[in-house]
């Protein structure tokens, strides 16, 4: 099948081709039909199967140019995803030459400036709901024109405070938009909280498991303070392409920077104190190959979308199966195969073992020896 078989317009098209995307996802084939309908819709599938093309192909295509006012907002819970949502919109639209404006809309951005360029009149506004909210409070953010409204990664603004904004996001827009929820999970909780904002929901299960089949996990046992040395000697054995290292917080990234560094590793960091220059060059720099290793707080794990990254340390444990699978899913991606390490103390094993029967996927322990990742059944 072919992106034209769907709908999608010869421009956009041509511009997937130029990036190597000739044939459609099972989520995009089965979204499209839905989306270029206009109903509302929950897009359930794997990280890395394509669901954010799977929404925006139609969108663009549903885009009236004629109309100088905004018809798409795409909510995002990250900075780090509105960034790679909006950068791939303008990817797509550059190459595709349409005439569509696009505009992102986040914290740590100068305010003015937004401004500024809403007075553009911008057809799709891509961000954090803090800051879209605050914009249609000011009156700024003109949005009774708007047709579609896309939640991405539901598991995070479908919570907390994030909830609330969106919730009033929802209701400043009328009554016959299309909400589209977008999940790498589907928990019981999220469908039912989908369902109270969209009564007639229509249900896309694009997942044949909940994790990348071609990806291999396992974990390694060691002490709480010996963790960050037996990183630098998995990284320095298993050579990997491009490794993005994942941390609880900010304190964390700092300190593992300074230690690999010190052993002349290749570093970038990137955490929620990063401000926005400092996280695209921390980004831009590991797509290069400037730095081989992405040192990431959680905020990293959704939607980050980087070719060639071949391995996954968890330095710490997630404590959540469904944060195991948007870390995890960060290699493997589009086919590709990957691995996922995880350094685990004694305690921590149980955790492991959990989120391995949680997500039907082998987890196996694995040691470090001679320099070589080695499974203990050899030494049995």
Known sequence: MKFSDLGVVPGLEDALALDGITEPTPVQIQTAP????????????????????????????????TVAGLQ?????????????????????????????RSQLLI????????????????QVVVGSPGRLLDLIKMKKLKV????????????????GESLVSVRAIISSTLRERQLIFVSATEQKGLVGEAEALAKDLVKVNAKFSPINPDIDHFY??????????LLRRLIHA???????????????????????????????????????????????????????????????????DIK?????????????????????????????????????????????QKHAGNLKIDIRERWLKEGQVVDPDDFQ
């Not at 897009?43 to 295509?61: N, R, V």
């Not at 304190?251 to 955490?271: A, D, F, G, N, T």
């Not at 996954?312 to 590709?336: K, Q, V």
């Open 238 to 304: 298993m050579q990997p392409e491009r490794a993005i290292v994942f941390v609880h917080h900010t304190e964390r990234v700092e300190v593992l920077k300074s230690k690999l560094e010190h052993h002349h590793l290749k570093v970038s960091p990137i955490h929620k104190d990063c401000t926005k220059l400092e996280r695209k060059q921390a980004l831009d720099d590991f797509r290069k190959g400037v730095s081989t290793v992405l040192i990431s707080s959680d905020i990293s794990s959704r939607g980050l």
């Open 308 to 352: 060639g990254v071949s391995h996954i340390f968890n330095l710490d444990l997630p404590g959540r199966y469904e944060d195991y699978i948007h870390r995890a899913g960060r290699t493997g991606r589009a086919g590709e195969s990957g691995t996922t390490v995880s350094l685990v103390t004694q305690q921590q094993v149980r955790v492991i």
């Open 34 to 65: 839905v989306l270029f309908q206009g109903r509302d819709v929950f897009i359930s599938s794997e990280t890395g199967t394509g669901k954010t093309l799977a929404y925006l192909l139609p969108l663009l295509c549903r885009i009236d140019t």
């Open 107 to 122: 914290g740590d951005t100068p305010l003015k400036r937004q401004l500024e360029k809403l007075k553009k009149k911008p």
């Open 72 to 100: 798409v907002i795409i909510l995002a819970p990250t900075h780090e995803l509105a960034l790679q949502v909006q950068h791939q919109i303008q990817r797509l639209l550059q190459h595709a030459g349409l005439s569509i």
């Open 144 to 159: 009774h024109t708007v047709k579609s409204i896309v939640l991405d990664e539901i598991d995070r603004l479908l919570a």
């Open 220 to 229: 390694v046992v060691v002490e709480e303070r010996k963790k960050i040395d």
